[in-house]
């Protein structure tokens, strides 16, 4: 995330047709996002982006501050368990399984998608290990209270 800067934002919101790879890190960034920036028009219940389209990538950087911050921020709600399994499993099945879904790749046609693309790479990771790793801290706090 360090890599990228305000520019970068601006310049790819200047797409009006955005080079191929590009539109489906966006999409995948809304997925993960959805419920959690105010930017996202999601579905108050389920938490699911109810648009994900350039349209909707174009409205998330409208403000590129406020989008990097949601973005440096949301470890800690990976980290609290939040965020919904159907979102990651719909960016796993979608994008992730897509081979050119690639920082490299991407990275020749935007810099922000690049450095975006691989943001999602590691939240769905961490995720990931967070669904690993949440259950063992249960036991661990359930047998500090038993001793």
């Known amino acids: 995330m360090n890599s990228i800067e305000k520019k970068d934002f601006q310049v790819a919101k200047s797409f009006a047709n955005p080079p191929g790879g590009v539109p489906e890190v966006f999409s995948a960034t809304i ?35 406020a989008f990097m911050a949601a973005l440096l921020g949301f470890k800690e709600i990976v980290n609290g368990n939040e965020i919904p399994a159907a979102n990651v499993a719909e960016v796993k099945k979608t994008y992730l399984s897509n081979p050119s879904f690639d920082p490299v790749v991407v990275e020749s046609k935007s810099k922000a998608a690049a450095g975006l693309c691989s943001w999602v790479l590691n939240i769905v990771k961490f995720y990931d290990v967070i669904q690993e790793v949440g ?3 249960q036991q661990l706090e359930e047998a500090k209270q038993q001793l």
């Open 31 to 65: 997925w993960l996002l959805s419920g959690f920036f105010k930017e996202i028009d999601a579905d108050p219940k389920t938490k699911k982006p109810k648009q994900f389209d350039w349209k909707a990538a174009q409205k998330l950087m409208k403000d590129p501050n």
């Open 135 to 137: 259950p063992l801290r």
